[in-house]
């Protein structure tokens, strides 16, 4: 910190003389010709003959990155955010008042530059560099060039450094855009409506997890942050939206690990005259078009480890995993004191009013889960968990749902939907019991959306997929953070001023 510092101090100092000559250190500036992507893209081609007086002027800028002084020469690269260029500067031929200002010019300073192009003899494009200027006084050193940014906590505080001086973390964000605007053709061209749903919520619903609580001045009215828009959406689906989807920014209050971020970002899409089942093909059909388009296959390796996404992929009930992945007891399915003993024994925090549904799951989260590592739908999750979803006409204890893993982590949830409006008033009462006895996570009743209900929701199937751990798949990242642009952490020492 202390070098750090007294190199900035040097940079201000520097900047001090730069202003002393008249030079303006953070000037408007619009006279860009190329960014430096199209210049390779335009150029590409050119020969290695020096430019003549015929040759087309480039006008560029970028972040000055390299240097190489040879006394009445220099090489150096610049960097704009679609790419790196060389640029020579000739003593003779820039004159000696722009030949010194670049002497006085740092690291890290962004730069205008004016001049034509030619290759080198090793055959790289390079601007001969024939006018400068300063767009951009740098006061703080970038990292070390051969050590870079390589802690990881710094590289999530100072993102801007870590997308400067790390081209995979660029790929990284460049790829999820490229996935989400995928996504959203997919659902387009399948005639879903993309709409936007309240992110504040006067009733935290439609998933089983602890809100973050704000407050409206104006009208004296407490609101959480959405843990997620099902409840709005379906009031579309309602209202005669028979295909809708949102791309949304959810918030939940809970602990931060490689899987999970207190915001994140998932696709819900709702889908009338639809079962769980037709989600499931949809499901398979979204990850294999998205595989060919960002990957150009169906299988590759995620983090030593080879994931094959060719379809059909695997389906199994909820109890018969527990029993064929999980080796657990079947005499345990139906027995809610064992269950809840065994899960208690792998850490699970049951209460009192948890019952067998609860217990089983939290023991499939530790025996089963981790071990889904190919594409698998689990189906048929109990009823205690899926207070949303449709009850199985097979067996009333368990529910038309299914979760998808991949690498042992769920990547989605679906289910058919509860359309029936008395048997969802007693779910939601079973909720509440939930949250009164100390259930943080268990839903509020939503009365607005009880009566929404009660006007007719038609058969419907709907599905939430996060997007984070589709990004994390395709691009090989081990923790939810590295696709997180900005993620949550904890309070860090300011940076000295």
């Not at 190199?7 to 303006?24: M, W």
């Not at 430019?51 to 690269?77: C, N, V, W, Y």
């Not at 929404?452 to 691009?475: H, K, N, S, W």
């Not at 923790?479 to 900005?486: A, Y």
Request: charged content about 25%.
């Amino acid at each position: 910190m202390e070098e750090e510092n007294q190199l900035r101090q040097q940079r201000l100092k520097k900047a001090g003389e730069l202003k002393e000559l008249g030079i303006d250190l953070y000037p408007s500036y619009n006279r860009i010709s190329h960014k430096i992507q199209e210049i390779h893209d335009q150029f590409g081609s050119l020969e290695g003959t020096p430019p003549d007086e015929s040759a087309q002027i480039i006008r560029t800028a970028g972040r000055l990155m390299t240097q190489r002084d040879f006394g009445k020469s220099i090489f150096f690269h610049i960097q704009d955010g679609t790419g790196r260029i060389q640029g020579y500067l000739k003593k003779d031929l820039i004159g000696e008042d722009q030949f010194s200002l670049f002497k006085k010019i740092d690291l890290g300073d962004f730069l205008g530059l004016e001049g034509s192009l030619f290759r080198t003899k090793t055959g790289e494009l390079t601007l001969l560099t024939t006018k400068i200027q300063l767009l951009s006084k740098s006061l703080r050193s970038l990292p070390e060039k051969f050590h870079g940014l390589i802690d990881v906590e710094q590289r999530y505080r100072q993102r801007y450094l870590d997308l400067l001086v790390n081209p995979k973390v660029r790929e990284i964000f460049q790829l999820r855009s490229q996935m989400v605007h995928l996504i959203r053709n997919f659902m387009t061209e399948r005639g879903f409506l993309e709409v936007e749903t309240p992110m504040m919520q006067p009733i935290a619903g439609g998933a089983t997890a602890k809100p973050f609580e704000t407050f409206h001045n104006a009208l004296n009215l407490p609101l959480f942050l959405r843990v997620a828009p099902e409840l709005y959406l379906k009031r579309l689906v309602i209202g005669g939206v028979d295909k809708v989807f949102e791309i949304n920014r959810n918030f939940r209050n809970e602990g931060i690990s490689i899987k999970h971020n207190p915001e994140f970002t998932m696709i819900e899409f709702y889908q009338a005259y639809a079962t769980y089942q037709d989600l499931m093909t949809l499901t398979e059909e979204l990850f294999s078009s998205l595989a060919q388009n960002l990957r150009g296959s169906l299988t590759w390796t995620y983090q030593g480890e080879s994931i094959d996404l060719t379809t059909p992929w695997r389906r199994i009930s909820f109890l018969q995993s527990l029993v064929e992945i999980g080796n657990i007891d079947p005499g345990i399915l139906k027995d809610s004191q064992r269950a809840i003993e065994m899960a208690r024994s792998l850490g699970a925090d049951l209460r009192s009013v948890d019952g067998l549904g609860k217990a089983l799951t939290k023991i499939f989260e530790q025996v089963v889960e981790p071990k889904l590592r190919q594409p698998t739908f689990v189906v048929g999750y109990p009823i205690e968990v899926s207070p949303l979803a449709k009850r199985s006409k097979e067996d009333p204890e368990i529910t038309d749902r299914f979760e998808m893993f991949i690498c042992g982590r769920e990547m989605a949830n679906g289910f058919t939907e509860l359309n029936d409006p008395l048997d969802q008033k007693e779910r939601f009462i079973n909720q509440m019991k939930a949250k009164e006895a100390g259930d943080e996570e268990a839903q509020n009743i939503d009365w607005d959306y009880l009566t929404a209900l009660e006007y007719g929701l038609p058969p419907t199937a709907g599905e939430g997929i996060g997007i984070d751990r589709m990004v994390m798949l395709f691009t090989d990242a081990p923790s939810i953070r590295e696709v997180i642009l900005f993620p949550l952490l904890k309070p860090g020492k300011n940076l000295e001023t």
